[in-house]
């Protein structure tokens, strides 16, 4: 390939949390193309065990390198840390984003010195999150809440009816009584509950979105390796669930149609077949 021809970036996660990724890196880089999986009929990730989302993930990483992307975006803090490092060692020749709960800018900018964050039980347990607390959360005091059943209301679309009311009350109220005055969100669903998160937790606390520093992680990726900007800007998304209600959900977060295909896991292998593309 030369420098000339555009470089897909690959985006992943396990359903629609991504495209709160995929919306930053649009933002940021207009003509970049992208390729987005959501593995629906695998979501949540969040619950399941490290080794089985570590599976998933290498799946979904060949498919979308089959595909033509050149960088893959590992949108999903469950995913990240449970393969992160075990998808750089198997593909040593392509650039990895990953994610982290962004402890350390929440951990610079707190004046109360209290600081929340909301992941997933996978994030929690993985290895990353505890390196993330050693190096940066030393002097701060970290709570965490994993709000469950929040990824499957977004899942649902629902994104400020009362049960996410609910279970977002129930994450933060302990969090606010202790003192936050930031909250760091580290799943990659709930940015788009961000305007409840604001009204509950109010003013004074500062809620952190990763999205826009993984959109400029991903560019300096992309140039380090000498691939321009060269794109057209396509987006083509994958589902592995029900390509008609992923497509709703697509227009319903980002405000686009855009063309979502039909992928297909067998035995650990996903697979696709273009002419099923519902555009
Ligand atoms: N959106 C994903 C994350 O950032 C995981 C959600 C899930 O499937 O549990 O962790």
Partial sequence: MTMQQPVPVGIFDSGVGGLSVLRAVREFMPEQDILYLADQ?????????????????????????????????????????????????????????GMEPAVKPAAEQTRS??????????TFQGALYASVLERFARDVTVLQDTCPGLVAEVESGNLEGDAVR???????????????????????????????????????VRVIDPAPAIARQTRRLLSQNGWGLNGTGSIQCFTTGPVESMKLLVKQLLGDDLPVEHATWEGGVLSCNSRQSSH
């Fill in 41 to 97: 009929a695998h979501v949540p990730y969040g619950p399941r065990p490290l080794l089985q989302v570590r599976e998933f993930a290498e799946g979904i990483t060949r498919f979308l390198l089959d595909r033509g992307a050149r960088l893959i975006v590992v949108a999903c803090n469950a995913a990240s840390a449970a393969s992160l490092h075990y998808l750089r060692n198997t593909f040593p020749d392509v650039p990895f984003v």
């Fill in 113 to 122: 010195g209290v600081v929340g964050v909301l992941a997933t039980p996978a």
């Fill in 166 to 204: 609910e279970i977002l009350t129930n994450a933060l109220s302990p969090m606010l009584q202790a003192g936050i005055d930031t909250v760091v969100l580290g799943c990659t669903h709930y940015p788009f509950v961000i305007p409840l998160i604001q009204e509950i937790a109010g003013p004074g």
